[in-house]
């Protein structure tokens, strides 16, 4: 998924929630964060850090690092339970059953899923490209991200700029 569906279905699901009672008080800012916390952080490391490994996915799209969030949370508290959901919601949206190699690193072999060479920017953009170009349906996934998005929009009433300010400003939603 891009990046921009991971916080447009995270805000969603943050919507219907706290529509059904649920996530009270939760920052919107915190859940695109933790949305795209494990691009954030991978993305990076495979450009600079690891140029020649061939994967876009590395250490924060892995079961390990994820486990050990939720032990973390666990033990700290259910306050972050949400920011939790979207970190981890991130390996869903990514499909990451279908990617091995990576999800259940290092239990099968010290590489990460080979992909493509991404060891630029350049190179990161070229292979993103091939990807819209080659799976119609991320550019589904991505259209009804938009809707989500619209319907947060609408639902909230964020047109109307004390809502949008007070949504920019503190991550909040009118209830």
């Given at each position: 998924m891009l990046p921009f569906g991971h916080f447009e279905f995270t805000w969603g699901a943050a919507n219907a929630l706290q529509h059904a009672g649920f996530l009270e008080d939760v920052d919107y800012r915190g859940l695109a964060l933790a949305s795209v916390?494990?691009?954030l952080i991978d993305k990076p490391l495979a450009v600079f850090v690891f140029p020649k490994a061939n994967a876009a996915l590395l250490?924060?799209?892995t079961l390990i690092l994820h486990l050990a969030v939720w032990a973390l949370v666990l033990w700290r508290g259910k306050?972050?339970?949400p920011y939790a959901l979207a970190f981890s919601g991130h390996?869903?949206?990514d499909r990451?059953?279908?990617f091995t190699q990576t999800l259940l690193?290092?239990?099968r072999g010290r590489q990460f899923h080979q992909w493509q060479h991404v060891g630029s920017p350049e190179a990161f953009l070229k292979a993103y490209r091939e990807i819209v170009r080659t799976e119609p349906k991320l550019a589904a996934f991505e259209l009804v991200g938009l809707g989500l998005l619209g319907w947060l929009v609408v639902d909230r009433k964020?047109?109307?700029r004390r809502q949008l300010w007070r949504f920019i400003r503190r991550g909040?939603?009118?209830?």
């Open positions: 916390a494990p691009d250490f924060s799209h306050k972050w339970l390996l869903v949206a990451m059953w279908g690193w290092p239990f964020l047109w109307r909040r939603v009118s209830q």
